[in-house]
């Protein structure tokens, strides 16, 4: 007898005893509010100090939290490319694009090389959509 008052004398009814309690324990120890993720390790980080748009914030050096978007980027909601898909809006975008790189032998090769690396997977090696993607069904 143990010392809670149970007799186990068979080893393989004390493991399936253990592996019971394993479980039990094992799904005592899971929480059914699956809203918060358990401990906070961090929780300055977890919870951080939430700022106003237009607010003041000593973060910055301006003193201000909403700040001014980096020079050369493009918002996600903006269209950089302002023509539509129509045939008439191809013939303008036709017109009035102009290619800034000059026809010369090394930008064609880069361009070459470019289109190997970026486009071919899609529109093939000679542009005529029999890329390796399309033709596998990708």
């Known amino acids: 007898m143990?010392?809670?008052g149970m007799i186990i004398q068979n080893p393989g009814k004390r493991a399936f005893i253990m592996l019971l309690g394993s479980v039990f324990l094992f799904i005592a120890a899971c929480?059914?509010?699956?809203?918060?993720p358990g401990w906070d390790y961090f929780?300055?980080?977890?919870?951080?100090n939430a700022y106003e748009t237009y607010s003041p914030n000593t973060n910055?050096?301006?003193?201000?939290?909403?700040?001014a978007p980096v020079e050369g980027t493009?918002?996600?909601?903006?269209?950089?490319?302002?023509?539509?898909?129509?045939?008439?809006?191809r013939t303008r975008a036709g017109r009035e694009l102009v290619n800034p790189l000059e026809n010369t032998a090394e930008n064609l090769a880069r361009g070459g090389e470019a289109y190997g690396v970026f486009c071919a997977q899609c529109h093939g090696e000679n542009g005529d959509g029999k890329g390796h993607l399309v033709l596998s069904g990708v």
């Open 43 to 48: 929780p300055d980080m977890v919870y951080s």
């Open 60 to 67: 910055f050096r301006d003193g201000k939290t909403l700040q």
């Open 74 to 89: 493009v918002s996600r909601d903006a269209l950089p490319f302002s023509y539509g898909t129509s045939t008439g809006e």
């Open 31 to 36: 929480d059914r509010n699956r809203k918060t």
């Open 2 to 4: 143990n010392r809670y």
